[in-house]
């Protein structure tokens, strides 16, 4: 299969969770598209085989998986399922998210946790036998994570916000852990129309390109040609392609030692600048 010409996924076995609609459903149709064999994951059974038709009708090949990625038994899954079905695992892109809006004196404890089980233990769950089956294969691969710029603060999205934080830093680490074994690990903060982006109602919300016009990225993070590149944090909207960096910059110093007071002084004059 290789749609326009565009093969860089041959050959490759790859993973994408979330993947019955939005752009989950565009990762794996674009990933089919470039020659991958996909394994489709999503909690909805019907929206995961929609998927599948989508790219078997286009001469792709794909299987689907379904449950919830926060449960450890679907995680493993997913990654058996693709060694069992293709022979193995190069590619997995933890899609799979939820979220809730609320201000955070609102957020109840069953949202609190659904949050924290999806969006952490779920893209945990399923990076750990992802890689293990990397790791043992000696071929390495490539990990695409998910987050967004909640991380850095939206209103009514502070749960939400904090499990893609922690997603960043599994990025971060994972990318140092895995360099020895060929896994590459990055991280996307995509910015698509998706049934998650139109329930965010603010009325500065930027315009959402067609998910189709960002799944180009992720083929390209999961294909050989991007291989130098791990523990990276990309912000892409389909039209312009950025990099978050991370530094720490000194506001000031002292060598005799501070006082809480100088110190908030220091921190006064810095917000103002």
Sequence with gaps: MGGDGLTVLEAKRVIITGAGQGLGRAYAVAAALAGAAVVVGDIDAEAAEQTVEAIRASGGRAVAVTGSVAEWA???????????EYGGVDGLVANAAIMRNADPWDDTEEDLRAVAEVNVLGVQFTARHAMRAMVESGRGGSVVTVVSGARDGIAGMSAYGASKGAVAAMTANWALAGRAHGIRVNAISPLGLTRMSQADHRSDRPPMPDPS????????????????????????????????????????????GWRAEDLAAALVEEAAQ
């Excluded at 679907?74 to 069992?84: F, I, M, S, W």
């Excluded at 291989?227 to 060598?255: E, H, M, N, Q």
């Design 74 to 84: 679907v995680a493993q899954q997913l990654t058996a399922r693709c060694v069992d």
């Design 213 to 256: 016009r960002v799944a180009p990225l992720v083929t390209a993070l999961l294909s050989d040609s991007s291989a130098p590149l791990t523990g990276a944090v990309l912000r892409f909207d389909g039209t312009a392609l950025g990099t978050y960096g991370s530094s720490l910059r000194t506001v000031a110093t002292s060598s005799t």
